[in-house]
């Protein structure tokens, strides 16, 4: 490879998943702008809800945006055929999924091998798979009484959130922690640092191979 070959390779595209808030996408946008994500570039943020503030967060920071709504699909499989379409149309490489409250088919997991990761808010194993998301991760975490929680970042296959782990970090729980305490702890602390992390570390490892 001659000097500068690779510097001069295009970054890998990337669309984020949404459903809410968009904190997430937030970190992803800032740390984007302040460098730490230098080998991929989002292209695009798709949402299952058409209230996302995630929307507003990715138009004031000039992202194409798309919402597919399954309801208004009406089936999973034309879900999926709609959100395939729109990676495709857009030369996606990466899908972020960065709180987004829809589970993936097989049918559709199995298209992006190692090329769609998550963020759950909970050290997988522990408080993950179905039913566990948002705030009731943390409400069963308390419930539970562990000490240590913390964030996880994962390739998302069939498996909800069994996917192989990329990066994790762990958060100490407080007496007297409300759910909504220990999730604004869990973000600040360890999704909105180790989201950003493994997205550069995913893309770069795929800029490499491209
Ligand atoms: C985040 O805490 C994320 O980890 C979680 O939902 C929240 C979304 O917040 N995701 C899951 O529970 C997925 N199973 P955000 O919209 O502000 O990023």
């Not at 080998?39 to 798709?46: A, F, K, M, N």
């Not at 948002?134 to 970042?153: D, F, N, P, R």
């Not at 493994?198 to 191979?209: P, Y």
């Amino acid at each position: 490879m001659k000097n500068g070959e690779a510097m001069s390779k295009e970054k890998i595209k990337i669309a984020v998943f949404v459903s809410g808030g968009g904190t997430n996408l937030q970190a992803l946008i800032d740390k984007q702008k302040s460098g730490v994500v230098s080998s991929g570039e989002i292209s695009l943020v798709v949402s299952n809800n058409p209230d996302a503030f995630a929307l507003e967060r990715a138009k004031k920071a000039g992202i194409k945006t798309a919402v597919v709504s399954k309801k208004e699909c009406g089936s999973q499989e034309k879900f999926e055929d709609m959100l395939i379409d729109l990676l495709e149309e857009n030369g996606i490489e990466l899908i972020v999924l960065a709180g987004f409250m829809s589970i993936l088919s097989e049918r559709f997991t199995s298209k992006y091998p190692k090329r769609i990761i998550n963020i759950h808010p909970s050290l997988i194993p522990s408080f993950c798979g179905k039913g566990f998301y948002g705030l009731h991760v943390h409400e069963a975490a308390l419930e539970y009484g562990v000490k240590i929680t913390g964030a996880t970042v994962h390739f998302v296959n069939e498996i909800p959130d069994g996917g192989e782990i990329i990066m994790q970090k762990a958060v100490e729980v407080e007496d007297g922690d409300t759910p909504e305490v220990l999730q604004k702890r869990v973000m600040i602390n360890a999704e909105w640092i180790i989201l950003p992390q493994a997205v550069e570390k995913v893309s770069k490892s795929l800029l490499e191979k491209k």
